[in-house]
């Protein structure tokens, strides 16, 4: 028997139009920034944790500035994904770094702008421990 994939599609074209353009302006920043660093294939998946993320802030967060969010509701994001996107534990850990490596990239760039923001991902949210989702 197979092995099976649960895929729960959130983002498309049109919900991507309606994200905060200041939320797109930071990201395809950091996408540049990331691009002197990592593979053409990690910005991809940098690209599409974040459309995952700015949707959710869209459809159940008032579309809320990225660093205008507050812990809990990062806390709710990833709740929602466990229990609403079924996301394993390695997706989830790989949004998290996402999250945070973006956090970080606005700390260090955007500091005059955003002087309170700080990177609070890695203090709010743990690593999901390992799990197996299939059978080998």
Not at 59 to 66: A, I, R, T, V
Not at 86 to 93: A, C, V
Not at 108 to 135: G, H, M, Q, S, W
């Amino acid at each position: 028997m197979p092995r099976t994939t649960v895929r729960n599609i959130i983002t498309s074209d049109e919900k991507t139009a309606k994200i905060n353009p200041d939320n797109i302006k930071l990201m395809e920043e950091f996408l540049k920034y990331k691009a002197i660093k990592v593979s053409e294939k990690t910005l991809i998946v940098y690209k599409s944790n974040l459309i995952i993320f700015f949707t959710w802030n869209l459809d159940y967060n008032n579309n809320k500035l990225f660093v205008d969010i507050k812990k809990l509701e990062f806390l709710n994001f990833f709740s929602f994904a466990v229990e609403e996107l079924e996301l394993g534990s390695s997706r989830i850990n790989n949004l998290r770094s996402t999250l945070s490596s973006f956090s970080n990239f606005i700390e260090k760039f955007y500091d005059e702008i955003y002087p309170d923001f700080k990177n609070v991902i890695l203090l709010v949210i743990d690593c999901a421990p390992k799990e197996t989702r299939r059978e080998k």
